[in-house]
Each structure stands twice: as structure tokens, then as C-alpha cells.
């Protein structure tokens, strides 16, 4: 494979555009390009959160979502490209599965918190949450692969999981929610 990025620093933004994958030319505020910038936010919060050396199985599944966050990036960039398939879905929904399964059932909500590993998944999920909502405005102005925005809601909900799932190592519990005095 050739050189991706032979120049980092290219002045070719200074004006306000930049370049989607099949060479046009858009404006840095432009909804697609907002879009990106949230699931690249997304991605280096993934990062954080494997950084924190979560158990091997939540590295393993995180390392793949970064992949498969690249993947989404791509079609995003290149307006009409369908890379996120229903197996992305699959992939996301089955890990979700194998982690609930080992906590107990919600009786209050949940509080980003418990520790720095699960402060950062919640920090996460809401940063996917916001990347999910973009996706959702730029499929309104130009239609997107229905599963793009779709990864993000099941990719949320296993976010969510793997904070719970964090929370509880090395003797840790979660923080939930209690009821203000009225």
C-alpha cells in the first residue's frame, strides 16, 4: 500500500473547505464534516477508555469498534459508499449480550462515575450519543446507509454496558442515582 498522508500540513484548508473522499471540495462547517468530527471524537474517547486497560474481552471489543468506527469514518467521507453492514450490527448487539449478561438488573439509574475506566466509557457513550444525533441531521439532507446511525444507537447502548461492567472492577460498584429531597 502507497504513502496515505505523504504531507501532514497542506495550507489546503485555509480558506474555510476541505476534501471529502471523492475530491469535492466542502465547507469546514459543512453538516457531513460535523458528522466526522463527532465520530472522530468518539474514537479517541474509545482510546481513553482502552488506554485505562479495561479486561481483555472490553479491550478486545473496543480495539474492533475503533476499526469499524475508521470504517463508518469512510463512508461518511465518500458520499454513497455502504461499508457498515448488518454484521457490524450483529457484532455489536452480540457483545452487548456477553457483557449484560454478567450484571445484575437496573433498579435505579446509573451515574457516570464508579471509577476512572467507567467515567470514561459513560464519557463515551455521550459523546456517541451526540455522534449519533449528527448522523441522524446529515441522513435528513442526504441520505446515508441506514445502518451508519444505527451502529452508533446499538454502539451507545454497549457503551453503556461496559461503563456498568468497568464500575465494578477491582472492587469497584456504580453510582446511582438517588432521588433529590424535595
Not at 450484571?103 to 451515574?111: H, I, Y
Request: aromatic share 4%; charged share 25%.
Amino acid at each position: 500500500m502507497g504513502h496515505r498522508l505523504s504531507r501532514i500540513v497542506t495550507r489546503t484548508g485555509d480558506a474555510g473547505s476541505t476534501g471529502l473522499a471523492d475530491n469535492t471540495r466542502v465547507g469546514k462547517t459543512d453538516m457531513r464534516i460535523a458528522a466526522l468530527g463527532e465520530v472522530d471524537e468518539l474514537n479517541c474517547q474509545i482510546g481513553v477508555v482502552l488506554s485505562l486497560k479495561p479486561p481483555r474481552g472490553i479491550a478486545a471489543a473496543l480495539a474492533r469498534i475503533q476499526n469499524e468506527l475508521f470504517d463508518l469514518g469512510g463512508e461518511i467521507s465518500l458520499p454513497g459508499a455502504q461499508m457498515v453492514s448488518d454484521e457490524y450490527l450483529t457484532r455489536l448487539e452480540t457483545d452487548a449480550q456477553t457483557f449484560n449478561k454478567k450484571l445484575p438488573p437496573l433498579k435505579e439509574f446509573v451515574l457516570p462515575g464508579g471509577n476512572q475506566a467507567a467515567a470514561a466509557a459513560h464519557l463515551a457513550r455521550a459523546v456517541c450519543r451526540r455522534a449519533e444525533r449528527a448522523l441522524w441531521t446529515l441522513h435528513g439532507q442526504s441520505p446515508l446507509n441506514p445502518n451508519a446511525p444505527r451502529y452508533l444507537n446499538r454502539l451507545s447502548d454497549l457503551l453503556f454496558i461496559v461503563a456498568r461492567t468497568l464500575a465494578r472492577t477491582k472492587n469497584g460498584k456504580e453510582v446511582l442515582w438517588k432521588r433529590s429531597p424535595a
